[in-house]
């Protein structure tokens, strides 16, 4: 079978949740739809629903290391995303993983703080991220509030300081950059986007919906899909598409939301909107 026309394989690093929704549950849902492959290696078992998260218990770092090291000796993976990161050991161990068998695509979601507003990773994890993780990745997908964090500034309250902050991100050493914008008030829900030839608006209305656990883990695991799924002779424009189709796929998995019945809280996205 040639290289382009075998199923992508891809990885998804991150915590778990019960609920099906986000994590690494929300991901491999994700990668199905999406049509790849879908791997995992856990970080954190999270007691949360779609109400909030009650306790989180992080993995080893040895333990996540076997994982890692005897997937990616059997498993040819094209591309990875990194999820939820609780400590600076764990990101480490990732990174070190990473460098000896790299992916094409690294897509690094900086998990921090969940829907219900419960922050999952301490100062040090915080640090870890900005320091040893985005410097390794390809693609960034930080909200607002995530971004603030990331540096240790005000949360982008408008479209003009959204503009403001995203050179400050890029220079943290990702090339590409998506500042999902979905915190700020209006109808619309304009993300941002870096590139290494200058920056866009991804404009999208916005879905009224409560619906809303798990779509920064659904949008950087359809990045991941999408960019595993680029030839490797693709345009230097083709990532930015992989991005914007990521993006549309979101937007209807989100409209698609009121077809579910999950939970008493933020219910999930409809991840197969497609499909059934």
């Not at 290289?3 to 991901?27: C, H, K, W």
């Not at 993995?59 to 005897?70: F, K, N, T, Y």
């Amino acid at each position: 079978m040639s290289t382009e026309s075998r199923l992508r394989n891809v990885l998804t690093i991150a915590g778990s949740d019960p609920s099906g929704g986000a994590g690494l549950q929300g991901d491999l849902k994700t990668f199905s739809a999406l049509g790849v492959y879908g791997t995992n290696v856990i970080t954190a078992v999270i007691a949360q629903n779609t109400c909030g998260v009650a306790s989180v218990y992080p993995v080893s770092p040895q333990a996540i290391r076997e994982q890692l090291e005897h997937l990616l000796s059997d498993v040819a993976i094209d591309a990875v995303k990194i999820g939820m990161v609780a400590s600076r050991d764990v990101a480490e161990v990732i990174a070190d993983v990473l460098r000896q068998q790299r992916p094409r695509w690294i897509v690094l979601d900086p998990v921090m703080v969940a829907k219900s507003g419960d922050i999952l990773v301490d100062d040090a994890g915080i640090r870890a991220v900005k320091e040893i993780l985005v410097p390794l990745a390809d693609v960034i997908t930080p909200n607002l509030p995530e971004a603030a964090v990331l540096l240790d500034s005000p949360s982008p309250a408008s479209l003009d300081e959204m503009e403001a902050l995203l050179p400050k991100l890029v220079a943290l050493g990702a090339p590409y950059v998506v500042l999902k914008g979905g915190h700020l008030r209006g109808d619309t829900c304009p993300d941002l986007l870096a590139t290494p030839n200058g920056h866009q608006w991804l404009p999208a209305s916005r879905i009224a919906t409560e619906n809303l656990h798990g779509t920064g883990c659904a949008l950087s695991s359809a990045i991941t899909a999408c960019l595993a799924k680029l030839p490797e002779d693709a345009s230097a424009e083709a990532p930015e598409l992989a991005i914007t189709e990521a993006k549309q796929w979101l937007h209807h998995a989100l409209a698609a939301s009121h077809r579910l019945s999950v939970g008493k809280g933020r219910g999930p996205v409809h991840h197969f909107h497609a499909w059934w």
